[in-house]
């Protein structure tokens, strides 16, 4: 290539990297100003806002003094009241110290663990660095108080001088019998390494077969070894974890969150580490590898994660809450402006695990939801033509209003739109048409018409799969006429992801006119016909979701088709949209087969719309809708059976079905 030719070239693709990082920038800004407006404006014309100053003025007077009280140490008014409701739900529900095993399921775990034919040795990894007392002896209980027992502890002290009774507790436990003294192996160490040097120190000590990395001031389940063991033997794990709760202080039962994880999703984990506590893996993926590594103390256990869940060959989610994180003054746990350096590891973690995936030029960002929750940009791969295909019969304003939304907004320019009229009679629709076909974007916009066969009833995929079929963009993006663009960099933000070999579908963030939630991805067996329902619904715009789940992308089972972009090769891959599904579920059956041929589909809550649901189609819930979503409905549950009762891998089994907010499932 000729040196002008050249310099012009990179000089291009500096510019393009600047427009693309100035685009996200001003999507950034639109959005937190759109936000901070409509928060004002509610507070501003919420009269109970107004009405309750005086109950709210009471409410934080009491809650100064309550605080007062609790700093001098006499909290048995309140506190203990809002203890003993927590406790009582958590009874109720059978988590927290009522689902430990009594006497006789104890003996019940042990000889079935006993007769398993892998008798795997655990090593319990725990760097102990001035560990309160009453911490370290919760602790070292909650690992002798195992049902299952071939475990061994490898303990590692950074402790200094003035925190000696710490390797005096540990000895006291160790000279308890001469098993404990063979299995609680302790190494003081001559200084303190930090977490990653002192969690090595710990490996050096480890005999077993898998190793389960814990933290000095934390408590284990008495089944997590069991249930692990069982995986083990049962899937041929090679990487476990389970769910988790943060509690206070030093009572097990006052929990601060409770974390019911979905299963292995690898954007999820990149951009948040969700996995976080019991991680617990064969010890032969650590060949080539190191545990922690110290550049990335503060968050060595994302970035160990990351490096090991590359090379897992199974990985097993346990969904019971096994693993008790204690939330005190300084820990993560707590407050994560205690460890602020863990905010610049974590981006460095994924940074590292992005590049050895051959990521280029990407983006790490902190999220509104928290600061080492992420939004990850990846760099778009050339200027490749997205083919926008929407179905449309009369509603004449809502199709302007969504391509003048697209035309005005959109940052992307390499894109057409295929408009596929099918059997429109209004004249406001096909005046449109014409103006269209005769305006600044005629070289933009196509008319394809699907000629009705005679009795033809309209059938949404058929209408689509013609819209496909005519695309002449790489890309294919199903597209709502009753749907109106908010972030301008909406089209970049679907596409960066469809871009990717391993991915499938990529669906948006959409909203109802008054910024309800009415898109966040989909999930199996949601709602009351148990075939898919979208979660989040109703929530208002702000929400941060469960866990932060609104604010970054995340691997899901499916997305709507009101917002749907795909490799066009894929959709042909899989054959388009099933035109059996004439009306509805059509979207998730597109989706589930690209899960079925080894493809991911992903969310992501940075491609916003609004959506004027059922606008074009009407309400599915009224007449001969009710009847056609019930048929459709029995007809996906039989097609998918077997994916239904294997329950969504996204979605933690201890949420209930029947309602899309992340309840908690009502125990038997």
């Known amino acids: 290539m000729p040196k002008e030719e050249k310099d012009f070239q990179e000089l291009y693709e500096r510019e393009r990297a600047k427009a693309a990082f100035l685009a996200d920038r001003v999507a950034q800004l639109e959005d937190q100003v759109d936000d901070l407006n409509f928060k004002l404006d509610r507070i501003k014309n919420n009269k109970l806002w107004k009405a309750s100053k005086p109950l709210r003025d009471v409410y934080h007077f009491i809650q100064r003094q309550a ?16 203890q003993y409701k927590i406790r009582e739900k958590q009874a109720e529900k059978g988590y927290g110290t009522a689902s430990f095993p009594k006497e006789d399921e104890r003996e019940r775990q042990r000889l079935e663990a006993a007769a398993l034919p892998r008798q795997i040795l655990f090593s319990i990894l725990v760097p102990l660095y001035n560990t309160p007392r009453e911490y370290l002896k919760d602790m070292l209980d909650s690992v002798l108080q195992q049902t299952y027992g071939n475990w061994e502890l490898c303990l590692a002290d950074g402790s200094d001088d003035a925190h000696a009774y710490v390797g005096e507790v540990v000895e006291e436990y160790r000279a308890r019998s001469e098993e404990l003294a063979r299995r609680i192996r302790y190494r003081k160490l001559e200084k303190n390494g930090g977490i990653s040097a002192n969690t090595n120190a710990c490996l050096e000590l480890a005999t077993g077969e898998f190793i389960a990395p814990f933290d000095h001031d934390d408590y284990l389940h008495p089944s997590v070894l069991y249930e692990y063991v069982k995986a083990i033997n049962e899937q041929n794990a090679d990487y476990l974890y389970c769910d988790e709760t943060t509690f206070k202080e030093a009572d097990l039962n006052h929990f601060v969150t409770i974390h019911f994880k979905p299963d292995y999703a690898i954007d999820n984990l990149r951009a948040n580490n969700y996995i976080c506590h019991l991680s617990c893996f064969d010890r032969h993926l650590l060949e080539g590898e190191e545990l922690y590594r110290s550049e990335f103390d503060g968050s060595q256990d994302h970035d160990m994660i990351l490096r090991l869940t590359d090379k897992a060959q199974k990985i097993v989610h346990v969904p019971k809450l096994l693993y008790y994180w204690r939330s005190h003054a300084g820990s993560t746990a707590d407050n994560i402006g205690a460890k602020t350096y863990a905010i610049d590891a974590a981006k460095g973690a994924v940074a590292a695990h992005l590049r050895r995936h051959g990521y280029k030029n990407f983006k790490i960002t902190s999220t509104r939801a928290f600061e080492t929750i992420f939004k990850i940009t990846y760099e778009i791969q050339g200027e490749p033509l997205v083919s926008i295909v929407i179905a449309n019969k009369d509603h004449a304003e809502d ?41 600044p974007y005629k070289d933009r916009v196509h008319i394809v018409e ?43 933000e679907l596409l960066m992801y469809a871009q990717r070999e391993d991915v499938a579908c990529v669906g948006g963030k959409l909203y109802y006119p008054d910024k309800t939630i009415q898109h966040a991805g989909i999930v199996l067996g949601l709602g009351a016909h148990r075939t898919a329902g979208h979660t989040h619904y109703r929530q208002r715009r702000e929400n941060l979701g469960y866990m932060g789940r609104l604010c970054y992308t995340q691997d899901v089972s499916a997305v709507t088709g009101a917002c749907l972009m795909v490799k066009k090769s894929i959709y042909e891959e899989v054959g388009g949209l099933d035109e059996t599904f004439r009306i509805s579920l059509n979207d998730v059956d597109l989706c589930l087969k690209c899960r079925q041929k080894g493809y991911l589909n992903v969310f992501t809550p940075f491609a916003e719309l609004y959506h004027y649901e059922s606008a074009s189609r009407g309400d599915d819930l009224q007449g001969e809708n009710a009847q056609r979503y019930n048929e459709e409905s029995a007809q996906f549950r039989a097609k998918w059976k077997e994916v239904l009762d294997a329950g969504d891998p996204y979605y933690n089994p201890n949420f209930t079905l029947d309602r899309s907010d992340y309840s908690l499932k009502v125990q038997d």
């Open 450 to 492: 699907y000629a009705y066969a005679e009795g033809e009833k309209f059938n949404y995929s058929r209408v689509n799969n013609a819209g496909v079929a005519a695309a002449k963009g790489e890309y294919v993006l199903l597209l709502n006429n009753d749907t109106e663009v908010i972030a301008i960099n909406w089209i970049e």
């Open 67 to 82: 605080d007062r009280i609790r700093n001098q140490g006499d909290a048995r008014g309140v506190v203990k009241k809002i």
């Open 399 to 439: 199709l302007k209003r969504c391509l003048t939304s697209i035309f005005e907004k959109s940052t992307y320019e390499n894109y057409e739109i295929i408009v596929v009229e099918n059997g429109s009679t209004d004249p406001e629709t096909l005046k449109y048409y014409k103006e269209l076909q005769s305006g």
